[in-house]
C-alpha cells in the first residue's frame, strides 16, 4: 500500500505513513524452481551419506591387538570371528575401554593381526583357551552384488527423488509425451456444476471489454469470419497493475463465447525441468486446436517474455525456448482454426518486442483500476451474494477507496461479510464494511504492549505526519490517526483524496514528503532525537524525490529528462552518465532537506497543536477525520468523503 511513487497508469490514490521498525519485505518474484530441487537433492544427498556411513559403524570397539592378545592371556575372550586380518570378537565380561572415559565399558570388539605377528602361536592359545571361533575366506570387500548395491543405491536414490520432484512441478523430461508422463492441461471452464464466466461478473472496465467484444464474436462465430476471410488478431495482451481482473476477463472471454479455457502461467513454464516448457507450451496449443474454437490464457508473460539479451540469471535459456516455443505456436496459427491466445502481464514495459509484432500479440489492451463509479459497481458484484442492511451505501464506500482494485474491493467485501458473521449479525451493516476498510488500508490491528515513553514519542510521530499533512494546501484530507499498532507499524496516519486523481502538481509531491517527514520532524522537534520508527517514511520520501527529479522533470538541474526508469523497468533512452546521477543525486537531497527544514519549521511554530493532537492521540489511540482536525484547531479539509 504504500509504493510512494504514482506510476502512470497506477495513480497511486491512498497513502500512509507508518512508524515502526519494517524489516523490508522482499518483493523479489521467486523464480526458485532449480534452485529447490538443488536444496532437496543436497539434503537428500547428505541424509544418505550420514547413513552410509553409520552403515560401516558395527557397535564394536576398536582396540590394539596387543589389548586383544593381553585379553587372551587373561582367557577374558569368548569367541573370535575372523576376517581376513581382521579380528571381531566378544569378551566374556565387560572391561572399561582402554583410553575411554570412565566407566565406558565394551564386549564386543575389532582389531587387525599384523602381518608379522606369529599366527601359529595365537592359533595354539585361541584353541587352548576353547574360544569360539568362526572365520570367512579372505574375500575382497563384500560380495558383488553387495557392492554394487551399495555404490548404486545413491544414484538410484538421486533419480527417484529427482523424479518425484518433477512430477510434483508438473513436468516430465524431455519432449512430447516425455517419459515420466503429465497431466494434460484441461479446460477448466468446462467443469459441469461450475458457474461460468461472464462479462456480468466484471465491471468497472467496461472500455476494455468492449474491445474484447469482437474476439467474443469470433469465438462464438468463426465460420462467419472465415467466409469472408476476415483475420482475427491472434493474441490480445491484457496489461494492468495486479488485480484489476485481467485473469477474470480472460475467463469472461472464454465464458461469454462458450468455448474452453486452456490457462497456464508462464512462470511454471520456467520453474519446471530445463526443456519442458517448450513442450508443454506446445502441448497446451494442440490441446486447444483439438477443440477449437478455445482460448489459450497465459498469465505473467512477463517472465518469460522479456526482452531477450538483457539482463537475467538462470533459466535463460529455458525462457527463451519456452518463449520461442509460444511465437512459433502463434505463427503456425492459420487463423481460421480458431485459438485466441490472451496473455496478461502487469509489465508490458519490459516484454520483448517480438511478441508485440503484428501476427502476434498485436492488441495490447490497458487495463486500469476502476474509478469511483468502477469501483461502486464492482462493490454491487461482490455484495451480490451477501445479504446487506439498509444503511450500507456502497455508493460511499466506493468514495472512500480511490485507487483500490477488482480484487482489493473483492476483498473488502468478503472481510466485511467475515466481520459480521464474527459478530453474529445475519446482514453485513455499513460498520462492517468502514471496519473491513480499516483493516484493509492500515492492516490487522497487533496486540502489542509498548513500554509508554515509547508510545508518547509514536503519539508525536503520528502527530507530526497529520498535522502537516492537515496544514499543507492541497494535501489529501487526513483520514484517520492511530498510534494501536498494525501490521508492522507502530502506528498510522491514513489520508486518502476526495476525487481520483491521476497526475501530480509539483506543489502536491513537495507536501507528501513534508507530510511523510513529519513522523521523524516531530521526533527531533520534541524529543532532540531520532528513531528506526522512520524506515518506511524515508523509503516514501526517497521514491517521490526520485521520480520528481528523475522522471518528471521537475529539477530544473537536471532538466525535462527521463533520467531514472521506474525501479526495475528499463531505461526508455540513454543511461545517465556519471555526472547526470550525481545531479540527481544532490537535486534529491536538496529537496528532502528544504522539505524536512520546513517541516521542522511548521511543527515548531505550530507546536500547541502538535501537543494536542498528541495528548488526544494518547488519551484516545485513534482519531477519526473530524476529530483530529477539532482537535488541531485546522479547518477541516474540503467536505465530500467522510465515511
Ligand atoms: P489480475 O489477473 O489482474 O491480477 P484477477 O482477475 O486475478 O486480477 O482478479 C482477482 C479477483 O478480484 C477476481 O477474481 C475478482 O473477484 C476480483 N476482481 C478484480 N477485478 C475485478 C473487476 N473489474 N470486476 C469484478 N471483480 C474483479
Ligand atoms: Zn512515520
Ligand atoms: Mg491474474
Not at 370 to 394: K, N
Request: charged content about 25%; some cysteine.
Amino acid at each position: 500500500m504504500t509504493d510512494p511513487v504514482p506510476p502512470r497508469h497506477d495513480p497511486h490514490q491512498s497513502w500512509r505513513t507508518e512508524g515502526g521498525p519494517a524489516p523490508s519485505p522482499d518483493r523479489r518474484r521467486g523464480r526458485g524452481g532449480c534452485l529447490v530441487q538443488a536444496v532437496i537433492l543436497l539434503v537428500v544427498y547428505l541424509a544418505f551419506g550420514f547413513l552410509y556411513s553409520n552403515v560401516r559403524g558395527d557397535g564394536t570397539t576398536s582396540v590394539d591387538y596387543t589389548v586383544f592378545t593381553a585379553q587372551l592371556d587373561a582367557g577374558n575372550v569368548k569367541s573370535v570371528y575372523s576376517r581376513g586380518s581382521q579380528i571381531q570378537g566378544t569378551l566374556k565380561h565387560a572391561d572399561p575401554v582402554p583410553g575411554g572415559a570412565k566407566g565406558d565399558t565394551y564386549t564386543r570388539f575389532t582389531t587387525y593381526k599384523p602381518a608379522f605377528a606369529d599366527a601359529d602361536q595365537l592359533w595354539a592359545q585361541i584353541v587352548r583357551q576353547k574360544v569360539a571361533v568362526t572365520a570367512e575366506p579372505v574375500a575382497q570387500g563384500p560380495g558383488l552384488a553387495e557392492s554394487l548395491l551399495v555404490s548404486l543405491l545413491p544414484t538410484v536414490l538421486l533419480i527417484a527423488v529427482w523424479v518425484f520432484v518433477a512430477r510434483r512441478m508438473g513436468g516430465g523430461l524431455g519432449g512430447a509425451g516425455g517419459i515420466l508422463g503429465r497431466k494434460p492441461p484441461k479446460p477448466v471452464e468446462l467443469e459441469p456444476g461450475r458457474k461460468r464466466t461472464t462479462f456480468a461478473d466484471v465491471a468497472g472496465i467496461d472500455e476494455v471489454e468492449g474491445e474484447l467484444n469482437d474476439v467474443v464474436d469470433f469465438l462464438k462465430h468463426p465460420d462467419a469470419y472465415r467466409r469472408l476471410g476476415a483475420k482475427m488478431p491472434r493474441g490480445v495482451l491484457l496489461a494492468g497493475p495486479p488485480g484489476t481482473g485481467k485473469t477474470l476477463l480472460a475467463r469472461a472471454v472464454a465464458g461469454e463465447a462458450g468455448v474452453p479455457f486452456f490457462s497456464a502461467s508462464a512462470s511454471e513454464f520456467i520453474e519446471m525441468i530445463v526443456g519442458v516448457g517448450a513442450s508443454r507450451v506446445r502441448e497446451l496449443f494442440a490441446e486447444a486446436r483439438k477443440v477449437a474454437p478455445s482460448i489459450v490464457f497465459i498469465d505473467e508473460i512477463d517472465t518469460i517474455g522479456r526482452a531477450r539479451g538483457g539482463a537475467g540469471a538462470g533459466g535463460h535459456d529455458e525462457r527463451e525456448q519456452t518463449l520461442n516455443q509460444i511465437l512459433t505456436e502463434m505463427d503456425g496459427f492459420s487463423g481460421a482454426e480458431g485459438v485466441v491466445v490472451i496473455a496478461a502481464t502487469n509489465r508490458v514495459d519490459v516484454l520483448d518486442a517480438a511478441l508485440t509484432r503484428p501476427g502476434r500479440f498485436d492488441r495490447v489492451v490497458s487495463v486500469a483500476p476502476p474509478d469511483r463509479s468502477g469501483r461502486e459497481a464492482i462493490l454491487r458484484i461482490h455484495t451480490r451474494a451477501i445479504p446487506l442492511a439498509a444503511d450500507v451505501d456502497l455508493a460511499r464506500l466506493a468514495r472512500a477507496t480511490p485507487g483500490m482494485t477488482g480484487a482489493e474491493l473483492a476483498n473488502l467485501a468478503n472481510e466485511a461479510a467475515l466481520l459480521a458473521v464474527r459478530h453474529g449479525r445475519d446482514r453485513v451493516e455499513q460498520k462492517d464494511l468502514s471496519q473491513a476498510l480499516e483493516k484493509v488500508q492500515l492492516g490487522a490491528e497487533r496486540p502489542l504492549v509498548m513500554p509508554e515513553e515509547e508510545r508518547r514519542r509514536t503519539a508525536y510521530h503520528e502527530s507530526g505526519h497529520a498535522l502537516l499533512g492537515m496544514l499543507q494546501p492541497g494535501a489529501d484530507p487526513v483520514r484517520k490517526i492511530t498510534i494501536v499498532p498494525r501490521g508492522r507499524a507502530l502506528g498510522v496516519t491514513l489520508s486518502t483524496p476526495d476525487v481520483d486523481k491521476y497526475a501530480y502538481t509539483e506543489e502536491y509531491l513537495r507536501g507528501r514528503i513534508i507530510g511523510a517527514l513529519g513522523g521523524m520532524a516531530a521526533e527531533e522537534v520534541v524529543f532532540g532525537m531520532i528513531t528506526t520508527g522512520a524506515e518506511n517514511d524515508l523509503e516514501q520520501v526517497t521514491g517521490l524525490a526520485r521520480g520528481m527529479v528523475a522522471r518528471w522533470g521537475m529539477s530544473e538541474r537536471v532538466g525535462r529528462l527521463s533520467a531514472l526508469p521506474q525501479d526495475g523497468q528499463q531505461a526508455y533512452g540513454l543511461p545517465a552518465a556519471p555526472r547526470t546521477l550525481d545531479a540527481i543525486d544532490e537535486e534529491m537531497r536538496r529537496i528532502v532537506d528544504e522539505c524536512y527544514e520546513e517541516a521542522c519549521r511548521t511543527l515548531r511554530d505550530h507546536r500547541d497543536r502538535l501537543d494536542a493532537l498528541a495528548e488526544a492521540l494518547l488519551e484516545h489511540e485513534t482519531l477519526e477525520e473530524a476529530d483530529a482536525y477539532r482537535v488541531a484547531g485546522v479547518a477541516s479539509a474540503p467536505a465530500g468523503t467522510a465515511r
